[in-house]
């Protein structure tokens, strides 16, 4: 009996030291995966890969769910003071920060950051959106001075950004990951900060400490975090690209978390094998839309565009493509953003007040008409067909033309895409991240909308600066009946869920706000 058990004994060594490195480590560590590499640790030069910057960084505002709603939070700011003309705002910094080398963080550093970003060298994409609207952002970028004169480091813990106009979402902005503060020491030269892990330093609660191209990124508590060290001792990012051993991974246990944004070919499994009550959902800040060029006959006539919105069964789509999980939307500010408007008027699926509608306005045969997508988008093709199933019911023959996407999007900017269908995920939590991107003067033509309305767009202008936020909201939910229902020059379609399934030890899982797949883990505690 004594030999069985020092051989029973040696075997459970043998195969303790021999066990792969993500079960050894497993007691305390989340495990994930993504399904590709991250473009790049530098999160100035990317806008897909976001969930090392919303994990290893910090911005100086934060956007979290507070009762339910997406509000600003602090964040390396403690508090902030915005001038009564809307144009200067002063951060008081957070003391006794630290970045991940040790190193103390400072209003230097948010300047650094600011100007690292605009100098054209850095190549950093989304430079209009984070601090474009700053005093001299665009002279440093143009070459014509040597910095960003408006963001000023007052003492080591307080800075001031003055705007070159007011710009209301302007801390909305701060607060999404191209927002995130560097170490000017450690960052400043340094040819491989966007691909070495040793020296990707933020001051976030979980570090990088290990880049395995294709297979494994490594993030390690950090226990000298500001807000306190997190509950779990790191987090691994399997790299796994196939939807079907992304959930065999989850069944053995190899995967905590199972992201459907990722693999959504995956649910009716797991709806089917028992897993319901381990599915958490929220609503995706993002709206799935049918966009009309309103130069292209006859969908120059708003009547024919209206006949079109009643055409379309949005709940049909979203039950066959996506189990329901989501809402229909009569609005294009998608739920949890501000200015969301619950009550909007409703568009109803109507094919026959459809059809009587395009034979008041002349066609009551019907028309031709192109749907545009591009070539490598199957989820374009499966919703564009279904469109084009619910238009030939009302007499309209729409042909779904596939096109490069070099090919769109040179199309699109000129103004010349037919009708289309896409999506448009929050960056930030406001509405003019979404009415201006697409209806403005600016960016109209460019959407390949057209949209004439001057009335609106003077409007869109002015909310951009307004300082009262009630009069502000109240302007969006005037542009969005606009572009909707009076001019009806888009149909949303609707929004979808986030949707999770937990290894039922992850406890403290929150459903971000936000449109991304990506999110914050600093909350989540594993349970023994």
């Known amino acids: 009996m004594k030999r069985l058990t020092s051989l029973a004994l040696a075997l459970l060594l043998v195969l303790a030291l021999t066990a792969p490195a993500a079960l050894a480590e497993k007691d305390n560590w989340l495990h994930l995966f993504l399904t590709d590499n991250p473009e790049t640790l530098d999160v100035q030069l990317t806008t897909d890969s976001y969930t ?19 509000q600003i939070v602090p964040g390396l700011a403690d508090s902030w003071d915005v001038s009564e003309d809307g144009l200067t705002y002063t951060f008081h910094l957070h003391e ?37 609207i700053v005093a001299g952002a665009a002279d440093f970028y143009d070459g014509k001075a040597d910095s960003v004169s408006g963001v000023v480091a007052l003492d080591d813990n307080t800075v001031q950004f003055t705007l070159e106009q007011a710009y209301a979402p302007f801390l909305s902005c701060l607060a999404t990951p191209g927002g995130s503060i560097f170490n000017r020491e450690s960052t400043e030269g340094v040819e491989d900060f966007g691909v070495n892990p040793a020296v990707c330093f933020g001051t976030g609660p979980f570090q990088v400490t290990g880049w395995e191209l294709g297979s494994r990124v490594t993030l390690k508590a950090n226990p000298d975090y500001f807000k306190g060290a997190p509950q779990i001792d790191g987090i691994t990012l399997d790299i796994v690209s196939d939807a079907d051993t992304q959930r065999m991974m989850f069944e053995e246990g190899d995967i905590d978390v199972f992201n459907f944004d990722y693999a959504e070919s995956q649910l009716q499994w797991f709806l ?34 209206k006949a079109l919105q009643m055409a379309i069964d949005r709940q049909g789509i979203l039950d066959a493509l996506y189990s329901g999980e989501g809402k229909v939307l009569n609005t294009f500010i998608p739920e949890g953003v501000l200015s969301h408007n619950d009550d909007a008027t409703e568009i109803p699926y109507d094919p026959e007040q459809a059809k009587a509608k395009l034979a008041e306005a002349g066609y009551p045969n019907g028309f031709d008409m192109e749907i545009a997508i591009m070539a490598d988008s199957n989820t374009a093709l499966n919703v564009s067909t279904i ?117 039922p030890r992850v406890q403290g899982f929150k459903v971000a706000w936000n449109g991304w797949s990506d999110m914050s883990f600093y909350t989540i505690s594993l349970a023994e």
């Open 52 to 70: 090392i910057p919303l994990n290893c960084f910090d911005r100086l505002v934060e956007t979290d769910t507070v009762d339910g709603v997406a």
């Open 96 to 132: 006794g920060v630290t970045f991940h080398n040790g190193d103390a963080f400072t209003a230097d550093d948010v300047v650094y950051t600011v100007n690292r970003m605009m100098d054209p060298a850095t190549l950093a994409k989304n430079t209009d959106i984070y601090y474009g």
């Open 272 to 305: 089917d094998n028992g897993y319901e009550d381990q599915i958490v959902s929220g609503s995706r800040a993002g709206t799935y839309y049918f966009m009309f060029n309103t130069t292209i006959e006859p969908l120059n006539d708003p009547e024919v565009r």
């Open 387 to 503: 469109i084009q199933s619910y238009l030939q019911q009302i007499g309209v023959r729409a042909e779904i033309k596939q096109y490069d996407e070099s090919s769109y999007y040179d199309i699109r900017r000129d103004g010349e895409l037919p009708s289309y269908y896409n999506t448009w995920s929050a960056d930030f939590n406001d509405p003019d991240n979404f009415l201006y991107t697409f209806f403005s003067r600016k960016n109209t033509k460019g959407r390949s909308i057209n949209y004439d309305n001057q009335e609106i767009m003077d409007l869109l202008e002015e909310a951009r600066v307004m300082v009262d936020f009630d009069a502000r909201m109240a302007a969006y939910q005037t542009i969005d009946d606009a572009v909707v229902h009076q001019d009806a020059i888009t149909l949303p379609l609707y929004q979808r869920n986030h949707l999770f399934c937990l290894n």
